[in-house]
């Protein structure tokens, strides 16, 4: 399975495949349009998408596609639901240190790439008044946490861990550093601050005599 900016940086030729879906005309209208959303912002990025170009491709009146979605945000997040979660690998390296590394790179790739940047800014974005909007982005950031939490549960099951661990504290934890660095401070997110913070946490992760 190939990492986000690995996808978003081979253009068009990446499609991942969607979640199945059973149902009639309007599942395959919906996976038409998400998918045609996914390819058009692979090719043009944030800014080139809309609602004509994406009904375009789906073989739809663009004015269908803003009467189901609403927003192009909304249907934005929808296709990265069905297919850009799918990119995202979760490691497996044999170690909770090793894991963290590889998905905070992951993340990072993701971040500085021009989809991902402007896909991080719609996270800020009012979404008081699009309970639509909302809600997919908390779905989009549930996925990111579950892969994470596997990764804290493996490393549980292998007896890495210290007894009394919080789950969702050292999720937190895990992912803060590198939001706050994306979003807030904008200061890079290289090897060396990954490998700082990383160990930085597994001091407090790690059971005693605990192998990293």
Known sequence: MRAVADVVNQGSDAQPAARKRNGGRSARVREAVLRA??????????????FSEIGRRAGVHGTSVQRRWGSKENVLFDALLS??????????????????VAMSRTLSAYF?????GSILQMFVANADNDRAFADHRAEFMRIRFDAMRMM?????????LRAGIDEETALDLALGPLYVRALITRQPIDDAFIESFVDILLTGLLAKGAST
């Open 37 to 50: 959303t996914w390819e058009a912002l692979l090719e043009l990025g944030v800014d080139g998408l809309n």
């Open 83 to 100: 297919f850009g979660t799918e990119a995202i690998p979760v490691p497996d390296t044999g170690s909770l240190r090793g894991d963290l």
């Open 112 to 116: 500085a790439s021009p989809i991902g």
């Open 152 to 160: 804290i549960r493996r490393a549980a099951d292998r007896g890495e």
